[in-house]
């Protein structure tokens, strides 16, 4: 199992990248978008709790601390399901060619 993910290391890369290219080719901002759109996210949101609802510091750590210690993992885990899900529905054809069978322990 070990040796095959080296052997196929310059495949995964080339989708990645063309992923990338094809996702991001459309904006305006290209793939800068990548960085810019939960950083302003984080600003925004900072913005509104700090100054419109006035959330006070915990333990003397700054919230936007707080906030970015939340962002980034809320972040990482809808954008993962989103495009697996995402690649699951449109390679369908893949899938339906696949037969799962049902093991049951006793």
Same mark, same amino acid.
């Given at each position: 199992m070990s040796t095959e993910i080296p052997k196929h290391m310059r495949i995964l890369s080339s989708l990645i990248i063309n992923d990338l290219?094809?996702? %991001?080719?459309?904006? %305006? #901002?290209? /793939? /800068?978008?990548? #960085?810019?759109q939960p950083c302003a996210t984080a600003l925004i949101l900072w913005f509104v709790f700090e100054h419109g609802v006035k959330v006070a510091p915990h333990h003397d750590f700054p919230f936007l601390l707080w906030l970015i210690c939340g962002l980034i993992p809320w972040f990482f885990i809808t954008e993962a399901l989103n495009t697996g899900c995402h690649a699951i529905k449109d390679n369908s054809f893949l899938v339906k060619k696949i037969v799962f069978t049902y093991h049951f322990c006793r």
């Open positions: 290219k094809a996702r %991001y080719l459309t904006n %305006y #901002l290209g /793939f /800068f978008w990548v #960085l810019i």
